[in-house]
C-alpha cells in the first residue's frame, strides 16, 4: 500500500480522516505523513507515521524475523497453534483484539482450518490477553513502526509467539473505528501546548542487591517491606518464593531531578540503618549478580507516552549508557533491558523500563534524571534515530560500545540545542565528559563509596 500525504487541517473530523487514510479496498493506508506549518517546531519523525522506508524493509519475512529474535520476541511456530490473537496497535497501546474461539482445528495435512474470532476487551483481557497485548505491542516498536495489526499464537504449555505483522489490515467496523480515533486523537496530540520541566513529575525504583563476602544474597524480606521508601522486588530465586534479594529505593516524585537525588540519598542512608553494620557490599549496575538482573526505572506523570518519546529514550539515554556499562551488563539483554521497554502505572503516569540500575554513583544518577526529563518534555525537537538501523540495534544488544561512540557526539550536540539544558548543564557536562573519557563503571565495587554512606 502507498504512504499518504495527509495535510493536518483537512483532518478536523473523523470522517474528512476516514476519505483520507481509509483505501476504497476498506484497507488502512501503510504510511501517514502530517503536512502542515503547526508542527513546525517538531522534527520530520514527529509528523510521520509508519515511515515508508520502514514499512518496506520488513517485506523480507526472513530479515523481519531476524530482527525480533535480536530483540527477545518469539516466533509462533505455524503447525503447533492452538489459539491465534489478532491485535490492531497503534503505539504503546493495542485498540482492539480477537480471540480464536475454541481450540484451533487442524487438517490431516497440518493446513490450518478458518476459525471464528469474538472481540476480547482491551481494559480486562485476562493474563494471557495481558501477555499478547504486551508482545503486539513489542513487535511493533522493534520493526520501527507505529502502528499494524499483529497475529499471536498460543501454543502448548501457553507459550506465545508472532504469527503475522500486517501494516495496511483489512478493516472491519470496529477496527475501522478504534485506527480512525487513534490517527485522530494523535494529530489532535501534536496541536496541544507542549509541557514545562516543572510540570512533569519524575520519579524512580532503582535497584540493587547486598552480597556478603562468601557471595551470598542477604534477603531483603528480612529487612524491609514489600512496598516503602526502600522495599524489595518480587522477583525470586529458584523454588523458594520466600527468598528475594533484590532491593529497591522508592523516593516520591517531583519535578527537581536534584531533590530526586536528595531522596535516593535519604532512602540509601535509611537502608543503612536498618541493615546493619555486616560485612558486606552494596552492588548495582546491569548484572553485578548472574542470576539478578538489576533495573533503573524512571517514572514519569505530566507527559503522554507515544512511540516518538520512546525512541528519543532509547536513543539519547540508553545508547550512551552502553558506553559507559561494565561489559558484563550486555548479558543482561534482551530478556531485560529491551529496547522500548515502559509499563503503564495505576496512577496514570509510566516508567521507562529499558536502562540498567544507575546507582552506581550520584553524578550518574543526577545525570540521568536531569536528562530523563530533559527528553521527557523536549522529544519533540530532537532530529536523530540512529537505532532504525539494524546495525546500531545489533551494537546495543551486543554491547559495541566502539560502534555506538560514533554516534554518540551527533546526539549529544542535538541535546545541547535544548534551551532547557542549561538548568542541567553541570550536571550533564559532567556526564559527557565521563562518556568521551572511555572509563566504564565497575559493578563488582561497593556503590556506598561513592555515595557516601558509610560502611561496616
Known amino acids: 500500500m502507498e504512504a499518504v500525504t495527509l495535510p493536518a487541517r483537512e483532518a478536523t473530523s473523523i470522517e ?14 501503510s504510511s501517514i505523513e502530517l503536512k502542515t506549518d503547526d508542527f513546525h517546531m517538531d522534527t520530520n519523525a514527529i509528523r510521520i507515521l ?12 526472513k530479515l523481519r524475523n531476524e530482527i525480533l529474535a535480536l530483540h527477545g520476541i518469539p516466533i509462533c511456530p505455524k503447525n503447533n497453534v492452538l489459539r491465534e490473537y489478532i491485535l490492531c496497535v497503534f503505539q504503546t497501546k493495542v485498540i482492539v483484539m480477537y480471540r480464536s474461539s475454541g481450540t484451533v482445528a487442524w487438517t490431516a495435512d497440518r493446513s490450518l482450518r478458518r476459525r471464528n474470532y469474538q472481540r476480547v476487551s482491551v481494559q480486562e483481557p485476562g493474563k494471557e490477553g495481558r501477555r499478547v497485548q504486551m508482545l503486539a505491542i513489542r513487535t511493533i516498536y522493534a520493526l520501527g513502526l507505529d502502528y499494524g495489526t499483529v497475529i499471536c499464537g498460543i501454543t502448548e504449555g501457553r507459550k506465545t509467539g508472532i504469527l503475522r505483522i500486517i501494516t495496511h489490515p483489512k478493516l472491519n467496523d470496529e477496527m475501522e473505528r478504534a485506527y480512525l480515533k487513534a490517527v485522530y486523537d494523535y494529530i489532535q496530540f501534536l496541536d496541544k501546548p507542549r509541557p514545562k520541566l516543572e510540570e512533569v513529575l519524575i520519579g524512580a525504583d532503582p535497584e540493587f ?16 517491606p514489600r512496598n516503602g521508601r526502600v522495599g524489595y522486588d518480587a522477583i525470586w530465586l529458584g523454588k523458594n518464593r520466600n527468598y528475594k534479594p533484590v532491593m529497591e529505593i522508592r523516593p516520591a516524585p517531583t519535578s527537581d531531578p ?14 543503612s540503618k536498618v541493615i546493619g553494620k555486616q560485612s558486606v557490599r ?33 536513543n539519547y539515554l540508553a545508547l550512551p549508557f552502553v558506553i559507559v556499562e561494565d561489559p558484563n551488563g550486555r548479558m543482561r539483554r534482551p530478556k531485560y533491558g529491551f529496547l522500548g521497554d515502559f509499563r503503564f502505572q495505576e496512577h496514570g503516569g509510566f516508567e521507562y523500563r529499558t536502562l540498567p540500575s544507575w546507582l552506581i554513583s550520584p553524578s550518574l544518577t543526577k ?33 559495541d560500545k566502539e560502534e555506538i561512540r560514533k554516534w554518540f557526539d551527533i546526539l549529544w550536540a542535538d541535546i545541547k540545542r535544548i534551551s532547557d539544558y542549561q538548568k542541567y548543564k553541570s550536571l550533564l557536562d559532567e556526564f559527557y565528559n565521563w562518556v568521551v573519557s572511555g572509563i566504564v563503571w565497575n559493578e563488582k565495587i561497593d556503590i556506598r563509596s561513592k555515595w557516601r554512606i558509610p560502611e561496616s
Open 209 to 224: 542487591i547486598v552480597q556478603t563476602k562468601k557471595g551470598h544474597l542477604l534477603n531483603a524480606t528480612k529487612y524491609f
Open 367 to 399: 545525570a540521568v534524571l536531569s536528562l530523563a526529563q530533559l527528553i521527557a518534555v523536549h522529544y519533540r525537537q530532537l532530529h536523530f534515530d540512529p537505532l532504525c538501523q539494524i546495525e546500531l540495534q545489533q551494537a546495543y544488544y551486543r554491547g
Open 258 to 271: 536534584k531533590l530526586l537525588v536528595i531522596r535516593i540519598y535519604q532512602a540509601l542512608l535509611q537502608a
Open 50 to 61: 509508519n515511515r515508508p522506508e520502514q514499512v518496506d524493509h520488513w517485506k523480507d519475512i
Open 16 to 29: 474528512q480522516l476516514r476519505k483520507k487514510i481509509i483505501t476504497k479496498e476498506r484497507r488502512l493506508v
Open 282 to 314: 552494596w552492588l548495582a549496575g546491569a548484572l553485578p549478580h548472574k542470576k539478578f538482573p538489576l533495573g533503573g526505572h524512571i517514572h514519569f506523570s505530566g507527559v503522554e507516552l507515544n512511540f516518538k518519546m520512546l525512541r528519543a529514550f532509547d
